[in-house]
Structures are given as C-alpha cells and as structure tokens.
C-alpha cells in the first residue's frame, strides 16, 4: 500500500502520520521517504530475503562445464528493491554493525557477487577472522598487518592512477570503467576502526590518506571501498572518506543513536515504525532508495566454510586472477 501525502505546510511531523497510519491499517512500513510539499509512504509485509547462496550459484552447472564467466556491471540484488550499484556514485559502501549482527555473512555475499561478475576481490582483515581465512583460501589476496594493508592500498592507488592516465591519453571517449570494459577492483576493509587504533601515527596518516584517494577518485576507475565498523562516532573516520560512501547500510538489534546517526545520516525516529534490526536486518540508504529502507541481508550458511567451495568455483573458473594465471 502507497500513500501520498500533501500536507501543504499544514502538518510538521509528517513522520507521526506514518506511524499512526501503520497502526491504522495493521501493516509494517517498509519506506518512507519526504520530498518538497510531498511525504511517500509505502505499507506492506517485509519480502522474503534472498537466497544467497542461490544467487551466487546461478548459472553455475557442477561438473558439466557449462559455466561461462562474464565481465559483468549488473547491480548486486540486496533486499526487495535495493540494490548496491557499483557502475555509480553508489560504488562505495559504509557498513556498521555489532558483533554478532550478521556483517560477516553479508561480506561473504558482496564479494562473492563481485567474484561472480568476474571483478577482482581484496580483503583487508587485521583480525585475523574466519572472514579473511574464507577469503584466503578461496584465493583472494588478504592483507592482515600494517605493512601489507598501506602495501596493498599504495598498489590500489597505484593501478588506479596508471587508468587514469590511460583515459586521458584515449581520445576515443567513454573515460570510465564500465565504458571501457575493465573490471572493477573492490576491498573489503573490515572493521577499519581497529586497524586505524593500532596504527602509528605515521602509518595512521598514511592510510587515511590512501584510502582518502581511493575514495575520491575510485568511481571512474572502478575502485570500490567497503569499509566495516562495529560502531560509528563523528570524528571516528575523516569526512573525506565518509562523505564518499553513497550506500550506507547498517545492522543489528542493538545500535546506539550516534552510530545510527553517523552510519546513515538520519536518526532511528526517521524508520517511522520501531526499529526493526537484528541479525542481518536493518536499514540502508542509497541514492536510489532516497530514504531509509527497511532491508534483510541475504540468507547464507552459518557455517562460513559452506561458502567456501562456491567462492573458489566463482574465482577460479572466471579471468585470470593476477599475473601468471
């Protein structure tokens, strides 16, 4: 059920409506979204979460040899109508959540789907988690300490600045990634907070300002950030990479105001109904959402390790990943 309202400067609290009209017609609101003179919002029962590992699997055929990778930009499916759109200014993602809140699972399903669209996958890990292990042993490249994470970005900015110089010696046009038909390059760099404590002050200004250069320039050349956090405070991150991150998505039952605040830019109050997180559920918000939507990460196996044949089948069977493959 969609309503439109026109308030026409006669009701403030347009949100209150919202609320008051869910009780009224005994559904969830999924979205709500406020635009000049005008308050959408749209009333329902939740979707049913994606099948993960389904969607990673699609058009894999075991054992008869069918399957044919192919450089793919289509949109990574989220949630209902949310999708992650990394051919846009959507590329980069902020993800928050607590432990325990579904992040890992989330994680394994981006970069497989990056992996699936046959673009190249890094993961930034200094804990040492099953997230990096899965990764590492599906043959991603891992970064675990200091020295290998700045020595992994130096070479990220690196790459992205020999595609830039190649665009502008190209006088054919369609300067960007996508335009050219290059892959994208993607990082998951979780739980950035922990890394960025542990650092030196030199080591700290040096990777803040690598992953500042990813951030800013990343877009036409296809170099994604995916920056993960427990929890989330104003002067926690610089703007120059927060402000970058058009996907903002967070999880998990039990999230404090200011990391909601500074996760998604909008406060619990604006989700209209009472808030709705928990294991992999949550909010995001993405230029194309234009608000806060209602979300449910895809469903995976809890166990880690059941993901793990289906991450090597979708690296190894697709391009040559890296020199000498």
């Not at 432990?99 to 994680?107: P, V």
């Amino acid at each position: 059920t969609t309503i439109n309202l026109y308030p026409g400067g006669l009701e403030k609290d347009t949100a209150d409506i919202g609320r008051r009209l869910s009780e009224y017609l005994g559904e969830t609101i999924l979205k709500y979204q406020e635009f000049d003179g005008r308050a959408c919002y749209v009333f329902g029962h939740a979707p049913r979460r994606f099948d993960g590992i389904k969607k990673m699997a699609e058009g894999i055929t075991e054992c008869t040899g069918r399957y044919v990778p192919m450089l793919s930009y289509e949109p990574v499916p989220i949630y209902d109508d949310v999708v992650w759109d990394f051919t846009s200014e959507a590329l980069h993602i902020l993800l928050t959540a607590p432990s325990g809140g579904g992040k890992s699972q989330f994680l394994e399903y981006l970069g497989g789907m990056a992996l699936k669209r046959q673009h190249r996958l890094y993961v930034i890990d200094a804990k040492n988690s099953d997230l990096g292990m899965i990764f590492r042993h599906a043959g991603v490249p891992v970064a675990t300490n200091i020295e290998e994470i700045i020595q992994l970005l130096t070479e990220l900015v690196r790459e992205m600045e020999k595609r830039y110089s190649a665009f502008s010696a190209d006088e054919s046009g369609g300067a960007d990634f996508r335009g050219k038909g290059m892959q994208g390059h993607f990082l998951i760099f979780d739980e950035i907070l922990s890394v960025l404590a542990s650092a030196d002050k030199k080591d700290k200004a040096e990777l803040e300002r690598l992953l500042g250069q990813i951030a800013l320039k990343g877009r036409a050349a296809g170099f994604s950030l995916i920056i993960t956090a427990q929890k989330l405070n104003a002067t926690d991150l610089p703007k120059a990479i927060t402000e970058q991150c058009q996907t903002r998505i967070i999880l998990g039952g039990i999230v404090s105001e200011e990391t909601f605040h500074q996760t998604t830019g909008m406060y619990k109050k604006d989700t209209i109904s009472t808030y709705r997180g928990g294991v992999g559920k949550g909010y995001a918000v993405t230029p194309k959402t234009g608000g806060l939507a209602y979300i449910e990460t895809p469903l995976l196996p809890q166990n880690p390790r059941d993901c793990l044949v289906l991450l090597k089948e979708l690296r190894d069977r697709g391009t040559p990943y890296g020199e000498g493959r």
